[in-house]
DNA sequence: CTGAAAGCGCTTACAG
DNA sequence: CTGAAAGCGCTTACAG
């Protein structure tokens, strides 16, 4: 708890301490009225001796302003949610706000209502809620009120109760595999990810998607967590069997990790095996094999979640449309 | 600029409309004090009508508290300052605080300006500046005034006027260069980095260091920015260059992209040139060939940080040493 | 250029 | 369980 033992200096010990009005102080702080040098000069060395410090939540009152935009997200650590949060963090800047983040475990409720309490304690705007529906959203939905909110949805359905911005990710992952089987390939498997609940993450739906177009059906996929350190377990699994030629990763890190494994087991990319994933991740140009991927626009996300925020209405159709496109590189031949 | 045009409904608003007196619709609010049932959903069902949402400055303001540490940083996506905000948000969750993060490019004072000027309106407790010395740092005190500050700093000496945590940079760097060297390298080349004004980043003197203390005159350094892309045409100079065969980075995506054009002109890591970078980045591991690298431990910088803001008397002696090692793995040799 | 006064929206004792 | 009153720290017309 941020401690409030001691009573801070405000700007009545300041006027005492400098013999000046209230109001004076004020001014010197804002600059808004000239003040006359010397003057300024007792209340600032008065400040000083105090160490005062302005209190913003007066400040935010008296202006009316809530500049800040709350950001919830499980994690900020995979390469999309940086670039998204940037992109946030940018769009804010621009409209004169802040950004506040708090990266909240989903399955901790009472670290989420903690957190939130927090939150809304704040002068803020909105929130935005990056992986909306990973959270207890009747909860959340109370715990908000009345509170705005807007989230970067991958397409599940249950996002529709709040103002979302879609990516689709199942889109993507289909663009990949369908990529993927035109190389000639019998089937192409997956490295299945944890999701909320139980439910099957949209990126494995689009995987699904384009072998079922295809006749095919779809391979047992192996398991593993985000980030490569997980995936070269299931890059392991995948390189002991004969049968894989091929296979979509949910994202670029976890690709990375199965090139790995694969190179650890003697089976080359792309010669014996074809791998892709979804980012375009910086480093999947720098990476030998480059890597194959989806680029998904989260600038783009990031921005329009703002927006909506901020003036619901109009979003959408302000900002223009993702840059998502399917990049070929090395990794699948 | 975030609008304020429309007067936002208050609680006296609520408390008209519900029929009830203004501490009650605060008491709803907090759950403070019992409500009776029936009054609470006339309450509820009239905050709904108006869509009424509450001001977080009031809040803060009547309850005392600070809960905003502000950060600002010239990039956040370098996987070094990616941990350290992690940690940052982490360690401020537990102490009940609110980070709120701004980008904030060093060039730019008047962009600069405006948003520590966004900053300083809100409730915040102190100011977290990433790359402290990139700024200007004089007007930079100046607006902050009392506020306290605190930085992560890699030991620039100029740092000294504000509290700071040391990541030691220059160690970690001249800790990989002689250990290029105990390989049993003629020299060691480097890639420079840009850094603030024009002096030379610890990691390059870091570098120099090693090398003269073993009686080498350092070479010309290759030039790249931040980032494993522009690494590439830095990675390309050195592979053309057949009396290189160590290479030390200032970070691992740099070290990646190297390591990308080495093998691009035909020149295999390690056999004919090793590689080595700094932070240890996640995907150093799952490189071909994995990367040597010196592990920093900015989890424990980030949280340090905070504690500085916090309580600046006893925050080093509380959190422990930090988790810095060279970490050697294929890249060289 | 400066002071006295009102008010921003909320919470919290204080009385009932 | 509920209402009337005071106050959180600041800014901004309003008068001089």
New interface residues.
């Given amino acids: 708890?941020?401690?409030?033992h001691l009573r801070l200096p405000t700007i009545a010990d300041v006027a005492r301490e400098a013999g000046v009005s209230l109001p004076t102080v004020s001014r010197v702080l804002t600059g808004s009225t000239p003040v006359r040098p010397e003057t300024r000069l007792r209340v600032e060395s008065a400040?000083?001796r105090l160490?005062?410090?302005?209190?913003?939540?007066?400040?935010?009152?008296v202006?009316?302003?809530?500049?800040?935009i709350g950001v919830i997200a499980p994690d900020?650590?995979a390469y999309g949610r940086?670039?998204m949060?940037?992109s946030i963090?940018?769009r804010a800047?621009a409209?004169?706000?802040?950004?506040?983040?708090?990266?909240l475990d989903p399955q901790d409720s009472e670290g989420v209502s903690a957190?939130v309490e927090?939150?809304?304690?704040?002068?803020?705007?909105g929130v935005i809620v990056l992986d909306y529906n990973s959270y207890n959203t009747t909860r959340l939905h109370a715990q908000l009120?009345?509170?705005?909110i807007a989230t970067v949805t991958n397409g599940v359905d249950s996002d529709a109760d709040v103002s979302h911005v879609l990516v689709d990710d199942r889109a993507a992952a289909r663009a990949v595999t369908r990529h993927l089987l035109s190389r000639g390939h019998r089937t192409v498997h997956y490295v299945a990810v944890p999701y909320f609940g139980h439910r099957i993450h949209p990126r494995e739906l689009g995987w699904r998607d384009a072998l079922l177009d295809a006749g095919i059906e779809p391979p047992e996929p192996a398991a593993s967590d985000w980030?490569?350190?997980s995936?070269?377990r299931a890059g392991a699994d995948l390189a002991a069997d004969s049968e894989v030629t091929a296979v979509f990763c949910p994202n670029d890190?976890i690709a990375?990790?199965v090139?790995?494994s694969m190179?650890d087991a003697g089976r080359r990319v792309p010669e014996d095996v074809a791998v892709a994933g979804i980012d375009d991740h910086?480093?999947s140009?720098?990476?030998?094999p480059?890597l194959t991927t989806y680029r998904l626009d989260w600038r783009w996300a990031g921005r329009v979640a703002i927006e909506l925020l901020?003036d619901p209405t109009h979003a959408l159709e302000r900002s223009g449309t993702p840059d998502n496109k399917l990049v070929v590189r090395e990794s699948s031949g």
């Fill in positions: 708890m941020p401690s409030k400040m000083t160490r005062y410090r302005p209190n913003g939540a007066a400040r935010a009152l202006k009316g302003s809530q500049p800040i900020t650590t940086t670039s949060m940037t963090e940018e800047r409209t004169g706000n802040l950004v506040a983040v708090t990266i957190a927090v939150l809304l304690a704040q002068p803020i705007v009120g009345a509170i705005p980030g490569s350190e995936a070269l890190e990375f990790g090139m790995r190179y910086p480093l140009q720098s990476y030998v480059s901020i």
